[in-house]
C-alpha cells in the first residue's frame, strides 16, 4: 500500500492531520488540519457538554421532568442552533476532508 493511501486512510479514519504526522511525517502540514479541527471539536464537545449540564441540573432540581419530550424541546431551544456550532462543524469538515485530500494528493 503506497505511504499516501496509509495517510488518508489515517486522516480518515482516526482524526485530522494523524496521517500527515505519523505516516508521512510533515508536522507543519499536519499542524494546518490538526490545530483547526481539535480546536472545533472542543468547542462543539465544551457546548455539548454545558447544555447536558445545564439540562441534567434542571432534571435534578425537579424544575424539568424527567420526559423525553420535554427534554429533546428544551435541547432545541437551548441555543444550539446559532451560527457558531455550524461554523464549527464546517471547520471540522473542512479540515478532515482537507486532510484526507491532500494526504492522497501528496507525492513521497
Do not use: H, Y
Not at 424541546?73 to 462543524?89: F, K, N, T, V
Amino acid at each position: 500500500m503506497k505511504q499516501s493511501t496509509k495517510a488518508a486512510l489515517a486522516s480518515a479514519l482516526l482524526f485530522p492531520g494523524l496521517g500527515q504526522l505519523i505516516v508521512l511525517r510533515r508536522v507543519r502540514r499536519a499542524c494546518l488540519f490538526l490545530v483547526p479541527a481539535a480546536a472545533a471539536f472542543f468547542w462543539l464537545l465544551g457546548s455539548a457538554l454545558r447544555t447536558a449540564n445545564a439540562i441534567a441540573a434542571q432534571i435534578e432540581s425537579g424544575a424539568l421532568p424527567l420526559d423525553l419530550t420535554l427534554i429533546s424541546e428544551r435541547i432545541a431551544a437551548s441555543g444550539g442552533d446559532g451560527l457558531a456550532p455550524q461554523i464549527a462543524g464546517g471547520i471540522l469538515i473542512g479540515a478532515w476532508l482537507g486532510s484526507i485530500l491532500d494526504a492522497l494528493l501528496t507525492r513521497p
